[in-house]
């Protein structure tokens, strides 16, 4: 690291602030890392991304529209939409599965979405919902894996309302 100039068995020089606070080794692997990702995404090209979110929605959309009891919400397919989908899994009476619960059972399957209030309670408030779940996807996720995802959530329906 950078926080140290000379170390002796009778003491130590440190830098000065602010790099001697800066302690350990500076993050390079998540440098180099990020400089991949960014070099992947400049060769694919903005364009290519946009019309792959719009695939994605569009899927993803008529996919989990057909699961019964499910309720999605924020927009529909529009230019600019992110193929990320915020729902709710309701049972026959009309129960919520608690997102959770949902989360749980999807993980189990290999599933990994995001559930709680997203830190936007006062949205939940006003759907009247304590949570909600939000599976995201992205230009390295396929149409196959969204109607895996459908299929998920008629299982965890199932599992809840026997």
């Given at each position: 690291?950078?926080?140290?100039?000379?170390?002796?068995?009778?003491?130590?020089?440190?830098?000065?602030?602010?790099?001697?606070?800066?302690?350990?080794?500076?993050?390079?692997?998540?440098?180099?890392?990020?400089?991949?990702?960014?070099?992947?995404?400049?060769?694919?090209?903005?364009?290519?991304?946009?019309a792959r979110d719009e695939q994605l929605v569009a899927?993803?959309?008529?996919?989990?529209?057909?699961?019964?009891?499910?309720?999605?919400?924020?927009?529909?397919?529009?230019?600019?939409?992110?193929?990320?989908?915020?729902?709710?899994?309701?049972?026959?009476?009309?129960?919520?599965?608690?997102?959770?619960?949902?989360?749980?059972?999807?993980?189990?399957?290999?599933?990994?979405?995001?559930?709680?209030?997203?830190?936007?309670?006062?949205?939940?408030?006003?759907?009247?919902?304590?949570?909600?779940?939000?599976?995201?996807?992205?230009?390295?996720?396929?149409?196959?894996?969204?109607?895996?995802?459908?299929?998920?959530?008629?299982?965890?329906?199932?599992?809840?309302?026997?």
């Amino acid at each position: 690291g950078e926080m140290v100039l000379e170390v002796g068995l009778q003491g130590a020089t440190f830098s000065e602030i602010p790099a001697k606070f800066e302690a350990g080794t500076p993050m390079i692997a998540q440098a180099v890392g990020l400089g991949a990702a960014l070099t992947y995404l400049e060769r694919l090209g903005p364009e290519v991304i946009a019309a792959r979110d719009e695939q994605l929605v569009a899927h993803g959309l008529a996919s989990l529209g057909e699961v019964e009891g499910l309720k999605l919400y924020g927009p529909g397919a529009g230019p600019g939409r992110a193929p990320t989908f915020s729902f709710n899994l309701f049972g026959s009476a009309g129960n919520l599965i608690h997102p959770h619960d949902v989360g749980t059972m999807l993980a189990g399957e290999g599933i990994a979405i995001r559930a709680g209030h997203h830190c936007a309670q006062p949205l939940m408030n006003h759907f009247g919902v304590p949570a909600m779940c939000r599976a995201s996807a992205y230009i390295y996720n396929s149409a196959a894996e969204l109607d895996q995802l459908a299929g998920a959530l008629d299982r965890v329906r199932s599992f809840f309302h026997r």
